[in-house]
């Protein structure tokens, strides 16, 4: 099955820094899921959005469902070292769910 | 305290066995989910059950077996026909088969061919 194309796959930035990442994908979706992953660990959720034009934030996290449908991105402001992780998206249309490669994030104190 | 276990954590098997998974939720959830992770990869779906008694293949399902003879439990069978192995592996289940439903995921099972 298709995955989603997720972007970049990895960053390394200082303590402070803002970091944005994306999913694109052909297909449409009615449900886009961000999670983190720590090492060795399962996926923890973030933030989920359900509707097209959706803005939703958690915390320092801030992420958007695209208009058409077919992308989101995920915003993580003012980075701290515990930010650390592989950040997955997933799209979701009725059962079918497909997931990026994932983000591998890097904060440098 | 609610959530979804997975055991063991870590699983050593020799080429030519089989070797079940074990993943267990106490969250009333209808669907469950096995998934394999790869390195550099997405999640890919192995199998799938949205009620007790019934589930479904996903992508990858050769050479995996399941059951869901309880709503709670949903065991994965990694069986010597699965030609490489060797991977990570996630449990998850969601409370319905809706799409406004989010997946939660199990802590994961490693396992290691020998």
Same mark, same amino acid.
């Given at each position: ?31 886009? @899921? ?14 989920? @959005? ?23 991105? @995920? ?35 | ?114």
């Amino acid at each position: 099955g298709q995955q989603l194309n997720q972007s970049p796959q990895s960053m390394f930035i200082q303590e402070g820094e803002d970091v944005s990442m994306n999913c694109t994908s052909s297909s449409i979706f009615n449900t886009w @899921l961000w999670y983190k992953q720590d090492p060795g660990e399962g996926p923890v959720l973030l933030i989920a @959005l359900y509707k097209a034009g959706e803005l939703t934030s958690n915390g320092r996290l801030t992420a958007q469902f695209g208009i058409t449908r077919k992308d989101s991105f @995920l915003n993580i402001s003012a980075s701290i070292p515990s930010d650390v992780g592989i950040y997955f998206c997933a799209g979701q249309w009725n059962n079918d769910m497909r997931f990026g490669a994932g983000t591998r994030l890097t904060v440098k104190p | 305290d609610g959530g979804i276990t997975q055991s063991p954590k870590y699983l050593f098997r020799k080429e030519g066995q089989n070797v079940t998974l074990s993943c267990e939720q106490n969250l009333n959830h209808d669907a469950m989910y096995w998934y394999r992770q790869d390195p550099g990869q997405g999640l890919r779906l192995i199998y799938y059950s949205q009620i007790v008694n019934d589930f479904q293949k996903g992508d990858i399902a050769e050479g995996y077996s399941v059951s869901r003879e309880k709503k709670e439990s949903f065991p994965l069978t990694v069986t010597s026909a699965q030609k490489n192995p060797t991977a990570f592996y996630l449990c998850a289940s969601k409370v319905g088969t809706g799409p406004a439903n989010e997946q939660f995921f199990g802590p994961g099972t490693r396992l290691t061919v020998l």
